[in-house]
């Protein structure tokens, strides 16, 4: 089946930083590839995602790349402001299947 | 619009009793998921339905069973809980199954 790993696993930047988590994949049949962001407690929820057919996309202060040769991708947050701590999964996605890393717990320092 | 509501949101069983968590989503979306969710970890597949009248097995399927009742709701049933199904449970839903998942507030289960 398939296998995500995603590093690192916690991060910790200043106000102001940008922030960059990867994720590698395992079959190259996965060809759908959300973010989600989930704060303590709460729920996960979609912030950015892309398809295999597109190498990149961005939405304000988030961008995600794709490379299918490499099987991974990457999500980019720049001007990092407290409010995006939380913790973030990346998944690969296949037939209804979605398999998840284990997170990225990221800290902004005011 | 409520979104995806998930109940109870907290049950503490024993170990051998069975239980069913329930789903329900409004959004008119024809696919289903259930997750747990353990420390530290990511979300893994239990089950999912890709439309209403489907329904195929997730990455930990064993010892859970599920039953989607019509378009809207989506149940999940333990037989016989055991110790190692302690996680808290996340029911979701999609249009299709590529698109955005749509979570619930979650499902936090201990079994002694």
């Known amino acids: 089946g398939e296998n995500v790993e995603q590093h690192p696993s916690t991060l910790s930047v200043q106000e102001g930083d940008s922030a960059v988590i990867k994720c590698t994949y395992s079959?190259?049949?996965?060809?759908?590839f959300p973010w989600y962001k989930q704060e303590l407690g709460k729920r996960p929820q979609l912030i950015i995602d892309?398809?295999?057919?597109?190498g990149e996309k961005k939405d304000q202060r988030i961008a995600v790349t794709l490379n299918k040769t490499a099987k991974h991708f990457s999500l980019h947050i720049t001007e990092t402001q407290p409010e995006d701590s939380a913790v973030y999964f990346c998944a690969a996605c296949y037939a209804g299947k979605s398999t998840f890393g284990d997170g990225t717990t990221l800290t902004v320092k005011p | 619009n409520a979104g995806v509501t998930q109940t109870p949101k907290f049950q503490v069983l024993k170990t051998g009793q069975s239980m069913t968590l329930q789903c329900a989503q409004d959004?008119?979306?024809?696919?289903m998921y259930w997750y747990r969710q353990d420390p530290g970890m990511g979300l893994r597949l239990i089950y999912y339905?890709?439309?209403?009248?489907?329904?195929d097995k997730g990455e930990v399927p064993n010892g859970y069973n599920v039953s989607r009742l019509n378009k809207r709701e989506f149940s999940l049933r333990l037989e016989s809980a055991a110790p190692s199904q302690t996680s808290v449970y996340f029911c979701?839903?999609?249009?299709?199954?590529?698109?955005?998942?749509?979570f619930g507030d979650g499902t936090r289960l201990s079994i002694l």
């Open positions: 339905s890709a439309s209403e009248g489907t329904t």
């Open positions: 979701a839903s999609s249009e299709a199954p590529h698109q955005p998942q749509h």
């Open positions: 079959d190259s049949a996965s060809n759908y």
């Open positions: 959004m008119n979306h024809n696919s």
């Open positions: 892309i398809r295999s057919n597109v």
